[in-house]
């Protein structure tokens, strides 16, 4: 985990759980950037731990919260229920089981375009798992770029060329697939934000499907 | 390695002897080596937890509301009001380190905002120790400051080798590391030495081996609220004994250790799942029946 000064005298939050509460709102975070900002409609089914406790926890009113782009410190996070209905954000909860080898601390959050699966991994610590149909790993330490592409040769040289002449750093990349020469889901981990105008010259690749970026969590 | 870099205490307290520096002094260099800002960028960060953890404190000391569970609420408003009368026999400075950690604590379970040191769950106890005996001892900023910094690296240390989660090693890597960080951090304040600084978090730390998660309804509220003062007198106990000489018999480093052993022989139904202990008391089970 991280050791850093302030990852142990911090975070900064709402309380009441490092957990419950500040991961979840960071997994809400995440997802709204997914999504590029609020969405109309949400859904998150939660999992394990993160559902039996309930709204003990805030967990419901940290996750709307994140959605809504307030940040886990703020105090705002309290009244996130009222804060959605006045901003037409339309709210559902509902529990699922994901399974035994996912992490207590789960859940699956919809919208009409877009699925995300994440985990609060303790320390206010979150992370993405899933998008759509693909495994990631995104935690939000840095600006991410996510892309759907047609597998074939060569596709990841041509982004990596489109990023590297934007002036862009690799720091981290990871490719998921459901099948060879079907659908690759890609996440890129950039050193530094993510060029201005990447997604449509991304998006100008012709086996590349889409492009989002997941921006980080923290400046 | 880095050159303040550290991954034990031991470590920590050559590093510190090397360059004739304090703890806090070379906890600071290190996070400045590492993260490449500068030691006054750090302090000014620090400084504004600080802040908030005095943020938490007044919060929770003014309010008498309930928690939304209905378990907890208002208790630190009572050790005012307490301290505030001096119609008891008590020994007042100490129930003011009760009162604030109380206060930080329930500010915690009413969503109100806190610094996690290390978790939220035992966020009352280093800002207790270190706001109240400040106050008592009028100490400066700068001198709070310092001593968070320490608290920090006692805080690596048991991350580094054992665990800060209470969920895989008990409430010992919660509060009790809170406990060992306030310990250390109460040294530095009272102008010990580095090593009996180690030394008090070391006393404070085994005595909460083997300590058991088990929150009622899976609230962070009961033990947990109280145990947040239980642990601040903890980590004064610690301190007073090492400022007096007393030295841990059993060194920092390997108490580590043995809360990462003892940590993993905790069954998991008593390792924050509220399926044990005092969360399946009678009581318990009436006041939250849905767990």
Known sequence: MPTGVFDIIGPIMIGPSSSHTAGACRLGRLFRSLCGGTPEKVRFALHGSFARTGSGHGTDLALIAGILGLREDDPRVRDARQLAESEGLAVEFARIDLGEDAHPNSVEITTETHRMIGSSIGGGRAEISTIDRYQVQIDGSLPTVFLIWRDSPGVLAKVAAELASAGSNIATVRLSRKEKHGEAGATIELDGLPPTGIVERLEKIPEVKEVKIIEALDD | MAE????????????????????????????????????????????????????????????????????????????????????????????????????????????????????????????????????????????????????????????????????????????????????????????????????????????????????????????CIKRNAIFAAVALSATTMSAAGVVSVIPFDEVVIALRQVGRAIIPALKEQSEGGLATTETACRLCPNR
């Open chain 2, 4 to 223: 303040y870099g550290y991954n034990n205490a031991n470590e920590l307290l050559d590093i510190a002897a090397k360059h004739d520096i304090s703890l806090s002094r070379a906890v600071l260099l290190y996070e400045s080596e590492t993260s490449g800002r500068s030691s006054e960028l750090l302090e000014t960060e620090m400084k504004r937890r600080l802040a908030i953890m005095r943020h938490a404190v007044d919060e929770g000391r003014r309010t008498q509301e309930k928690s939304k569970s209905g378990l907890t609420g208002g208790d630190a408003h009572r050790l005012a009001n307490a301290v505030e009368d001096r119609s008891l026999p008590l020994q007042y400075d100490f129930a003011r380190i009760i009162e604030y950690a109380l206060a930080a604590s329930e500010t915690n379970a009413l969503l109100g905002r806190i610094v996690a040191a290390p978790t939220a769950g035992s966020c009352g106890i280093l800002p207790a120790v270190l706001l109240a005996e400040s106050e008592r001892l009028k100490l400066s900023p700068e001198r709070q400051i310092e001593a968070l910094f320490v608290a920090a690296g006692i805080g690596r240390v048991i991350a580094l080798g054992a665990t800060l989660a209470g969920a895989e090693g008990g409430c010992a890597a919660e509060c009790g590391a809170a406990s060992a960080m306030a310990a250390a951090a109460l040294a530095s304040l009272y102008g010990l030495d580095n090593r009996a600084q180690v030394d008090a978090a070391a006393l404070a730390l085994k005595n909460s081996l083997g300590l058991v998660c088990d929150p009622v309804g899976g609230y962070v509220e009961v033990p």
